[in-house]
């Protein structure tokens, strides 16, 4: 049992390596448009607040450690998400190694998009938090805690995605125009105290929303969100995880379009 | 038990003239040495893919016993941009080997001292096709999956040609080709690939004698599509 649990981690550290090495390799820009994009979200986002005063955050919240801490949690899974049902949705080269399952690349092409902007977080936020002088985080464990839910939430959530994905794969536009929606009421440029109670109920069904309501519970010290729930995230993780991972061994039945 | 197919269906698709495998039933023992004959619009591919689990049947079951290759020399998961010691690596890695004597003994077989280092996209083709080989044959399997036998005949790859010929008599192999002279130097016994159907023979002769037989037919349909577009083509101008 333990060796094949080392086997079955080797194999994800073997792919997840690969992955990165491969990564945007037809590029010759290589990483750059992984930084750039959220930069420029972000300075879109601070120069509007210049002009909708709504947007300013509440409680003397820095407004780009404030962005940064909603807008790179939000890439890293709508990336996540994308590389897993993208991965275990389609055919790959790996597949030809009898001992790789769709399974192990999802994971691992997770894994890697994870790396990529857990270091891209760390990257933007520690200059700009230092710089704004809002460093150290209340709860370090806490952004940890947060960052590594949001990569099973993503996850669990690719997985259910590549099943629709498989069999019929315009999927994947349907669930681009839905993530740009969830994008925006998941909390990416508010907290849920600048939104009136009324709109409250319908807002926290949406368990991002949760999560980045934790990450600026977690790093500052003058926010307490009244909102954020562990259990119903672990709640909706677990169910969805479920959900995933049954349509996929399901899924393996069905040939590859 | 290298592998077992049992009443498998399989239609191939992406494919100009999709193949329609009906009813597949074969078992093929550990050790055993097997070609699967056909022509490159056969099925081939796709038969290699369910062997790998690459991908599914569209009925049936197929089942895998022992430890085999992914199909040798295929360089479809290699980084070119990459150099031989990340391949390597990587493949120490997944089939949990030593990486430093796996690389060792793949630059020694493959005889690739002098690209060590270097960009496999810098490197000569034949430098690259030995490394494809040398990278499962340095790889404990029980069984190997090739579908090309190029290591044989060149003065020059002499050595490396010698060194797979060994391992390949002292492990199972499935060959898939269009090459019956590869399947007769390698091979006990052959399927052949004809209208959907895997036909065995236990004489590899009389297996690449069938294989010879479906040209002339493979012709006679390229003969009929070509006429079929040009009365399409008539048809469309009037």
């Not at chain 1, 750039?36 to 407004?63: K, T």
């Not at chain 1, 479920?242 to 899924?251: A, D, I, P, Q, T």
Request: charge should be negative.
């Amino acid at each position: 049992m333990l060796s094949e649990l080392r086997t079955q981690f080797n194999i994800i550290g073997a792919l997840t390596v690969y992955d990165l090495q491969g990564q945007m390799k037809k590029y010759n820009y290589g990483y750059a448009w992984v930084i750039l994009e959220p930069m420029m979200f972000i300075a879109f986002i601070r120069l509007a607040r210049q002009f909708f005063s709504p947007l300013a955050p509440p409680n003397d919240m820095p407004p780009l450690t404030f962005y940064t801490l909603g807008i790179i949690p939000l890439f890293l899974y709508m990336d996540v998400m994308k590389e897993v049902y993208a991965a275990a949705g389609t055919s790959s080269k790996l597949l030809q190694f009898p001992r790789v399952t769709p399974v192990d690349v999802a994971i691992s092409c997770g894994l890697s998009s994870f790396c990529i902007y857990f270091v891209l977080f760390w990257i933007f936020v520690l200059p700009l938090s230092i710089y704004e002088g809002a460093w150290p985080p209340k709860n370090p464990l806490g952004v940890m805690e947060t960052l590594l839910a949001l990569w099973v939430f993503s996850v669990a959530l690719g997985f259910v995605c590549s099943a629709p994905f498989r069999v019929f794969p315009p999927t994947s536009q349907f669930i681009a125009y839905t993530n740009r929606a969830i994008r925006v009421i998941a909390g990416m440029f508010f907290v849920i105290t600048m939104i009136p109670t009324t709109f409250w109920p319908y807002l926290t069904w949406n368990p991002l929303l949760h999560l980045n309501e934790f990450m600026r519970d977690s790093w500052f010290s003058s926010y307490t969100s009244p909102i954020a729930d562990a259990g119903y995230v672990a709640e909706c993780t677990l169910g969805l995880l479920v959900l995933g991972l049954s349509l996929e061994r399901f899924m393996r039945r069905v040939p590859y379009t | 038990m290298i592998v077992d197919f049992r009443g498998v269906h399989k239609r191939t698709r992406k494919t100009i003239r999709p193949v329609v495998f009906k009813d597949l039933n074969f078992r093929i023992e550990d050790g055993a040495h097997v070609a699967f004959l056909g022509h490159v619009d056969s099925g081939l591919d796709a038969l290699i893919d369910l062997i790998c689990s690459a991908d599914a049947p569209d009925a049936g079951v197929v089942r895998r016993g022992s430890m085999i290759s992914w199909p040798i020399p295929d360089t479809g998961f290699i980084h070119k941009h990459r150099s031989i010691g990340a391949c390597t690596r990587f493949l120490a890695q997944l089939y949990e080997v030593d990486p430093k004597t796996y690389f060792s003994q793949v630059v020694e077989v493959g005889g690739l001292q002098e690209f060590v280092g270097e960009r496999l996209d810098h490197c000569p083709r034949s430098a690259v096709s030995r490394l494809a080989f040398a990278l499962g044959a340095c790889l404990p399997f029980e069984t190997f999956i090739l579908t090309n036998t190029k290591f044989e005949g060149k003065d020059d790859d002499a050595k490396f040609g010698q060194y797979m010929t060994d391992v390949l008599s002292r492990r199972g192999l499935l060959l898939a080709t269009a090459q019956g002279k590869a399947a007769q130097t390698f091979c006990d016994s052959a399927y052949v690939l004809d209208s959907g159907q895997a036909v065995y023979y236990d004489d590899v002769e009389a297996a690449i004698e069938h294989l010879d037989r479906i040209a002339p037919k493979r012709a006679d349909v390229d003969v009929a599509d070509l006429v079929e577009e040009d009365e399409g083509r008539t048809f469309d101008d009037f």
